[in-house]
């Protein structure tokens, strides 16, 4: 089998059977070291590459403090399997708390963020095209957003505001990182 993308080197070829395949966790794990989720550790189960285009699954380990901006996804729902731990979901109609064990279900179009309740979670993120798409397309999938972020900092205002707009353009995901995180308002 050729490599031919980022997906093809973390999906190894030697585990696939036509077009199924087994993840490795140890070769498929990386940690965000830039972006809004500095210091999150991923594991990217299934892409919308290797699922043609129906879904994407990714394992991530949440320290208190690592969540992300209240943000909109505009492509895809999403859905939170508790592993270990517990987290609070915080959407503009309310709160819900998940423990470990518990399956939580976000619609697209709906403005959300999480907080890791304790110090720690880990959680199986679920992404599915919205209910009026066939798919993810090719290169579009929050997936690729996360490889393409991965070692990115941002430092500086306009470094924050461009990741916005691209994140925007590119990947249907609307970002809000002047909107003070839950977390931030019990302090």
Partial sequence: MTINSDVDQIQP???????SYVSHRDQIHFNMTGD????????????????????IIIETNWVRGTEPVW???????EGFFVMDG????????????????QFVWGRKDQRHTYEV????????VMFVPGPDRAGFEP??????????A??????TPEQLQAEVEN????????MFPELPHPREQKA
């Fill in 117 to 124: 309740v304790g110090e720690e979670a880990r959680i199986l």
């Fill in 86 to 101: 517990e987290i609070k979901i915080h959407t503009e109609a309310g709160s819900y708390n998940a423990k470990k064990g």
């Fill in 71 to 77: 943000h909109i996804h505009h492509r895809e729902e």
């Fill in 167 to 174: 994140l925007k353009v590119n990947y249907g995901l609307e």
């Fill in 139 to 148: 290169n579009t999938g929050i997936d690729k957003y996360f490889y393409e």
């Fill in 36 to 55: 809004f989720m500095t210091g999150v550790d991923f594991w990217i189960h299934a892409t919308g590459e290797s699922t043609n285009g129906q879904l």
């Fill in 13 to 19: 070829s030697t585990s696939r059977d036509g077009e």
């Fill in 150 to 155: 991965r070692d990115r900092e941002l430092r």
